[in-house]
């Protein structure tokens, strides 16, 4: 069953996930779906330094709006504030300073966010990583899980009661088409068994992260929230991580600019705030978060205890929040 899925998935990807297949899906685009003012509105995005955090950042920081660029780290996080600001000409850009992948460094981050900001009304769960050799944090966590399950968990959920303050508030998710290949396993969160591979890791986080962005759209009736997949884009993140990937597919790869522009879509856009939540989509449309036929549907008990699990390792760590007030 890997063998059709991963094939059915490549060719889907060639067809619809390379630029080819942006150009082909703009022409269909509301021609005024993004001339929207946010002025006043406040966004967080994670992982805003480069790569397609950076390419929504200076969109939404061009139409006004307050960005708050969290970043893992402080010299790249500065550089990149200094060229939107230059760019948009919006000095309300504001850089944190946060590493996704420390569970009590996320809670406590959030919970000095929300007393030192009394708004929120966009977070965007940009940030993530794949690293390909299992790797433990200082937390003893596998770090991909860490970073791109755990961390997006903490921070969303630590942010709810700030982002049901605003009447029109919603979450965005930058997931992955990858995930279509995986099945959600929850016996295995941390992938302790058997060889381990970090495409297929990276795969698990995003399938996780999908079933997170549908159970909290059950959860928060007040808020938005929606995964998204930008295509395969051009940025530091698919260089670093799948070199071999890039070499051959760099000439059909979205720029991160066009990888953003569902992100951007999502968060700004009137018609997206209109469509129905806990969605997955692909340029500025839902789609199916299954391939045909793929088997990789999982139960309601089996996402009910992946939410169980998560909730239970977030809150484990928030014991060890208090007294730290130091979130860098």
């Given at each position: 069953?890997?063998?059709?899925r991963n094939a059915?998935?490549?060719?889907?990807?060639?067809?619809?996930?390379?630029?080819?297949?942006?150009?082909a899906?703009?022409?269909?685009?509301g021609?005024k779906?993004?001339?929207v003012?946010v002025?006043?509105?406040?966004?967080?995005?994670?992982?805003?330094?480069?790569?397609?955090g950076?390419?929504?950042a200076l969109?939404i920081?061009?139409?006004?709006?307050t960005?708050?660029?969290?970043?893992?780290?402080?010299?790249?996080a500065?550089?990149?504030?200094?060229?939107i600001?230059?760019?948009?000409?919006?000095?309300?850009?504001f850089?944190?300073?946060?590493?996704?992948?420390r569970?009590t460094v996320?809670w406590?981050?959030?919970?000095?966010?929300q007393?030192?900001?009394?708004?929120?009304n966009?977070?965007i769960?940009?940030?993530?990583c794949?690293i390909?050799e299992?790797?433990?944090?200082a937390?003893?966590?596998?770090?991909?899980?860490?970073?791109?399950t755990?961390?997006?968990?903490i921070?969303?959920t630590?942010?709810?009661?700030?982002?049901q303050?605003?009447?029109d508030?919603?979450?965005?998710?930058?997931?992955s088409?990858?995930m279509?290949?995986q099945?959600?396993?929850v016996e295995?969160?941390?992938?302790?068994?058997?060889q381990?591979d970090?495409t297929?890791?990276?795969?698990?986080?995003k399938?996780?992260q999908?079933?997170?962005?549908e159970?909290?759209?059950?959860?928060?009736k007040?808020?938005?929230f929606?995964s998204?997949?930008?295509?395969?884009?051009?940025?530091?993140?698919v260089?670093?991580?799948?070199?071999d990937?890039?070499?051959?597919?760099?000439n059909?790869?979205?720029?991160?600019?066009q990888?953003a522009?569902?992100?951007v879509?999502?968060?700004?856009?009137?018609?997206?705030?209109q469509?129905?939540?806990g969605?997955?989509?692909?340029?500025?449309?839902?789609?199916?978060?299954?391939?045909?036929?793929?088997?990789?549907?999982?139960?309601?008990?089996?996402?009910?205890k992946?939410?169980?699990?998560?909730?239970?390792?977030?809150?484990?760590?928030?014991?060890?929040?208090?007294?730290n007030?130091?979130?860098?």
């Amino acid at each position: 069953m890997s063998l059709y899925r991963n094939a059915v998935w490549f060719m889907k990807g060639l067809r619809e996930y390379t630029r080819s297949g942006y150009e082909a899906a703009a022409q269909q685009f509301g021609a005024k779906d993004l001339d929207v003012d946010v002025t006043g509105r406040s966004f967080m995005i994670t992982g805003a330094n480069s790569g397609i955090g950076k390419a929504a950042a200076l969109e939404i920081a061009m139409r006004g709006g307050t960005v708050h660029l969290v970043c893992r780290n402080k010299e790249r996080a500065e550089e990149a504030k200094a060229e939107i600001v230059k760019a948009s000409n919006n000095q309300d850009v504001f850089v944190h300073i946060l590493d996704m992948s420390r569970p009590t460094v996320i809670w406590t981050f959030a919970d000095q966010f929300q007393q030192t900001h009394g708004k929120l009304n966009v977070l965007i769960n940009n940030a993530g990583c794949m690293i390909n050799e299992r790797q433990m944090t200082a937390d003893q966590l596998e770090s991909n899980f860490a970073t791109n399950t755990l961390g997006t968990y903490i921070l969303t959920t630590a942010l709810v009661p700030l982002l049901q303050k605003s009447e029109d508030a919603r979450v965005i998710t930058v997931s992955s088409g990858g995930m279509l290949v995986q099945k959600l396993n929850v016996e295995d969160l941390q992938f302790e068994k058997g060889q381990f591979d970090g495409t297929m890791a990276y795969a698990q986080n995003k399938r996780q992260q999908v079933i997170m962005t549908e159970q909290w759209a059950k959860m928060y009736k007040d808020i938005h929230f929606s995964s998204m997949h930008p295509g395969w884009a051009d940025t530091p993140a698919v260089r670093i991580s799948m070199p071999d990937f890039h070499a051959r597919m760099k000439n059909r790869l979205r720029t991160a600019v066009q990888g953003a522009d569902t992100l951007v879509w999502l968060a700004i856009s009137n018609r997206a705030f209109q469509e129905p939540r806990g969605l997955f989509f692909q340029d500025r449309k839902p789609v199916p978060s299954h391939l045909f036929l793929a088997q990789t549907r999982a139960t309601p008990a089996e996402e009910e205890k992946l939410m169980k699990m998560l909730e239970e390792l977030a809150e484990n760590f928030k014991l060890g929040a208090h007294g730290n007030t130091n979130p860098n």
